[in-house]
């Protein structure tokens, strides 16, 4: 029997700490653009995306991060993947919406949440992109984001907020937004992260909800037994930690890693 992976909770949802990431399925490779479109021709059936999910449902991995209206394979991957492993998955979307403060940009944006809804989403962090465009650094406050929370609210789903800049963390937190989990960029290398490694240390442990961490392996530049055992061992117990992996295999590994890193402990040998 597999060992269960350890539970947090984001509102009254609970999730594994370990959370599937779907850019080495969907096809963000942050590296080339061939090895972008090696991903894409790799999953293009759902039945190779529909193995991973397997992999990590077998180790009660419940939960999967994805931009799921771009990449329109991934619900009927976890469909397929509950299934076949009795077991349901948490559903993290990562819309893209309009924020343009006119009747039409305020429908497209409730036309899109509404369809993240009807996908069986559970939590709703649309992707940094979008609540970056209306911070306000001068004012601490991310205009009209009340607007587009309520809407996730009234859709059904648990409000959280995608975030590269480090800023839509502090600012959900010091105005009290209904965002209840964030996404930050966080790693040993630095890789993609507006602030040093110590300072987003240092936010993720003063931030008042869990922070899903992702990028821990700064997209391949760094080896699963450093970038996870970094990660692991300076969040705290209630934070996530994304993975994203091109094969069943390599969830196994990243799986091992993190077992290992959680319990103090050399990883298997996969050799």
Same mark, same amino acid.
């Given at each position: #029997?597999?060992?269960?992976? *350890?539970?947090?909770?984001?509102?009254?949802?609970?999730?594994?700490?370990? !959370?599937?990431?779907? +850019?080495? $399925?969907?096809?963000?490779?942050?590296?080339?653009?061939?090895?972008? =479109? #090696?991903?894409?021709?790799?999953?293009?059936?759902?039945?190779?995306?529909?193995?991973?999910?397997?992999?990590?449902?077998?180790?009660? /991995?419940?939960? !999967?991060?994805?931009?799921?209206?771009?990449?329109?394979?991934?619900?009927?991957?976890?469909?397929?993947?509950?299934?076949?492993?009795?077991?349901?998955?948490?559903?993290?979307?990562? *819309?893209? &919406?309009?924020?343009?403060?006119?009747?039409?940009?305020?429908?497209?944006?409730?036309?899109? /949440?509404?369809?993240?809804? %009807?996908?069986?989403?559970?939590?709703? #962090?649309?992707?940094?992109?979008? &609540?970056?465009?209306?911070? +306000?650094? +001068?004012?601490?406050?991310?205009?009209?984001?009340?607007?587009?929370?309520?809407? !996730?609210?009234?859709?059904?789903? $648990?409000?959280?907020?995608?975030?590269? #800049? *480090?800023?839509? @963390?502090?600012?959900?937190?010091?105005?009290?937004?209904?965002?209840?989990?964030?996404? =930050?960029?966080? +790693?040993?290398?630095? &890789?993609?992260?507006?602030?040093? @490694?110590? %300072?987003?240390?240092?936010?993720?442990?003063?931030?008042?909800?869990?922070?899903?961490?992702?990028?821990?392996?700064? %997209?391949?530049? $760094?080896?699963?037994?450093?970038?996870?055992?970094?990660?692991?061992?300076? /969040?705290?117990?209630?934070?996530?930690?994304?993975?994203?992996?091109?094969?069943?295999?390599? %969830?196994?590994?990243?799986?091992?890693?993190?077992?290992?890193?959680? =319990?103090?402990?050399?990883?298997?040998?996969?050799?």
């Amino acid at each position: #029997m597999q060992p269960i992976f *350890p539970r947090t909770t984001i509102e009254e949802t609970e999730v594994s700490r370990l !959370i599937i990431g779907c +850019n080495w $399925i969907s096809g963000f490779s942050h590296r080339t653009f061939s090895q972008d =479109q #090696m991903i894409k021709e790799r999953h293009y059936e759902t039945d190779l995306t529909v193995k991973i999910l397997e992999t990590f449902l077998s180790y009660d /991995i419940n939960c !999967i991060l994805g931009l799921f209206d771009y990449d329109g394979h991934l619900t009927d991957a976890v469909r397929q993947a509950e299934r076949s492993a009795g077991k349901n998955m948490v559903i993290i979307d990562e *819309p893209v &919406f309009p924020v343009d403060d006119t009747p039409e940009g305020r429908r497209e944006a409730l036309r899109i /949440i509404r369809g993240s809804a %009807a996908r069986g989403t559970k939590i709703c #962090m649309p992707l940094h992109s979008v &609540f970056e465009q209306l911070l +306000n650094k +001068n004012t601490h406050r991310i205009d009209r984001i009340e607007d587009y929370l309520y809407m !996730i609210r009234e859709a059904g789903m $648990i409000p959280g907020a995608s975030a590269h #800049m *480090p800023e839509i @963390v502090e600012y959900c937190d010091e105005n009290d937004y209904d965002v209840q989990t964030y996404i =930050q960029i966080y +790693n040993c290398q630095g &890789f993609l992260m507006q602030r040093d @490694v110590e %300072a987003t240390a240092r936010l993720i442990h003063n931030a008042k909800k869990p922070v899903l961490t992702i990028k821990s392996m700064a %997209a391949g530049r $760094i080896s699963p037994f450093v970038g996870l055992n970094f990660v692991w061992n300076t /969040i705290r117990d209630q934070d996530m930690v994304a993975v994203g992996c091109f094969t069943e295999q390599e %969830a196994v590994e990243d799986i091992e890693y993190s077992l290992a890193a959680l =319990q103090r402990r050399m990883p298997g040998n996969f050799h």
